[in-house]
Nanobody, 116 residues
Framework: VQLVESGGGLVQPVGSLKLSCAVS????????AGWYHQSPGQVREMVAA???????NYVDSVNGRFAVYRNNAKKTVDLEMNNLQPEDAAVYYC???????????WGQGTQVTVNS
């Protein structure tokens, strides 16, 4: 299984950015998909997770600013990020994992930088 992220880059504070992830394997609701991020010296932290449109979770710090989407037919997982703040700067990793398993499949990561 391969996951390839795209869309990272430099953005000014309060700006927006969209990350995309292409998944090589079949994507179904038997898999949870989403995004983590990791800043230097910090542990990798869950940002957003989605199984279906009505079953989503976000870390409190991004609630109301970020939105995660998945398209099972196109095998993509997207993260729309709005009102970005300097503390959102990190490497963002796309992942999928089986609903009842603990095996994570990761992308290579994409850098998001937030500064003026």
């Amino acid at each position: 299984v391969q996951l390839v992220e795209s869309g990272g880059g430099l953005v000014q504070p309060v700006g927006s950015l969209k990350l995309s992830c292409a998944v090589s394997a079949k994507l179904s609701t038997l898999y949870v998909a989403g995004w983590y991020h990791q800043s230097p010296g910090q542990v990798r932290e869950m940002v957003a997770a989605i199984r279906t449109a009505s079953d989503q979770n976000y870390v409190d710090s991004v609630n109301g600013r970020f939105a995660v989407y998945r398209n099972n037919a196109k095998k993509t997982v997207d993260l729309e990020m709005n009102n970005l703040q300097p503390e959102d700067a990190a490497v963002y990793y796309c992942y999928i994992r089986p609903l009842w398993g603990e095996n994570f499949y990761w992308g290579q990561g994409t850098q998001v930088t937030v500064n003026s």
